[in-house]
């Protein structure tokens, strides 16, 4: 079983930054893939940013240029860097990790983008 914790989400404002952060405990193995993804009001989930566990990244359109996923494998933790971020931004993020057909979810991290 594994187990994701996110933390980092809070109030940011326009143009501004923040990261989030997702440990996983348990054992995720060797082949994985981990990833954000984010739900607006109202609307559906959708993929943010994912990287593999050979380190192979992908990124929604909306998002390029501005977030950048990154992990550190020691501690078993991946980033979400998110930058120059808008009103459309906000949404809970939660993180996620595919090991095969299985697929874990973190509880979600709020994060509201407003002057």
């Known amino acids: 079983q594994v187990q994701l914790v996110e933390s980092g989400g809070g109030l940011v404002q326009p143009g501004g930054s923040l990261r989030l952060s997702c440990a996983a405990s348990g054992n995720p193995s060797s082949f994985y893939v981990m990833g954000w993804y984010r739900q607006a009001p109202g609307e559906q989930r959708e993929m943010v940013a994912t990287?593999?566990?050979?380190?192979?990244?992908d990124y929604a359109d909306v998002v390029k240029g501005r977030f950048t996923i990154s992990r550190d494998t020691t501690k078993k933790t991946v980033y979400l860097q998110m930058n120059s971020v808008k009103p459309e931004d906000t949404a809970v993020y939660f993180c996620?990790?595919?090991?095969?057909?299985?697929?874990?979810w973190g509880q979600g991290t709020q994060v509201p983008v407003s002057s």
């Open positions: 990287i593999s566990s050979g380190g192979r990244t």
């Open positions: 996620n990790l595919r090991r095969g057909l299985e697929i874990f």
